[in-house]
């Protein structure tokens, strides 16, 4: 359980400070502390072979932030 001082903590903070935090604690975690189950296995393993399959069908990173930039306005 979150202790209730430093959560009231962590609200104070600036949005961008809370998503900084949120980086800083995310990277100390390891694979192994992050639960996947078995379908979302299974669903990784499927879109990391369907990529490898067919690398001209996937769009970079700039171009998928444009399109859903686009979509926001």
Do not use: C, F
Request: proline content about 8%.
């Amino acid at each position: 359980m979150i202790d209730e001082s430093l959560l009231a903590k962590v609200t104070s903070l600036s949005p961008a400070d809370r998503l900084e935090l949120i980086g800083a604690v995310w990277d100390t975690l390891s694979p192994a502390d992050i639960p996947v189950t078995d379908a979302e296995r299974a669903l990784l393993d499927a879109r990391l072979a369907d990529m490898e399959r067919n690398p001209n069908d996937q769009s970079p990173w700039p171009e998928v932030k444009a399109r859903l930039e686009r979509l926001l306005r």
